[in-house]
């Protein structure tokens, strides 16, 4: 059993920057495919962004491409989501979520076996 733990988020101006956490525990951590989704209020949870886990491949939505940046740290079990130039429209709650299994490619779907509480993203304009 996996347990997540996002942390990071908070409230930031309009093409301001944020770096979000997810500190993973319980688990093997570099067997784990990882994840950052999101949901903003009235909307549903969306795919954010993917990492393998080795951090060879990732997968981002073509919403926040060229502007978020995942990246995880094995040795310190824990995933991270650089966003830069943030928009008001990202203001959502951040989720981080693992999925087992040394895939290649990083999973772009919500397949996943295990999910955090979320952080709350907060974008003002």
């Known amino acids: 059993q996996v347990q997540l733990v996002e942390s990071g988020g908070g409230l930031v101006q309009a093409g301001g920057s944020l770096r979000v956490s997810c500190a993973a525990s319980?688990?093997?951590?570099?067997?784990?495919?990882m994840g950052w989704f999101r949901q903003a209020p009235g909307k549903e949870r969306e795919f954010v962004a993917a990492?393998?886990?080795?951090?060879?491949?990732?997968s981002y939505a073509d919403s926040v491409k060229g502007r978020f940046t995942i990246s995880r740290d094995n040795a310190q079990n824990t995933v991270y989501l650089q966003m830069n130039s943030l928009k008001p429209e990202d203001t959502a709650v951040y989720y981080c979520?693992?999925?087992?299994?040394?895939?290649?490619?990083?999973?772009?779907?919500?397949?996943?076996?295990?999910w955090g509480q979320g952080t709350q993203v907060t974008v003002s304009s």
């Open positions: 979520a693992a999925r087992w299994g040394r895939r290649s490619k990083a999973t772009p779907t919500d397949e996943y076996d295990y």
């Open positions: 990492i393998s886990w080795s951090g060879g491949s990732t």
């Open positions: 319980g688990g093997t951590f570099d067997t784990y495919g």
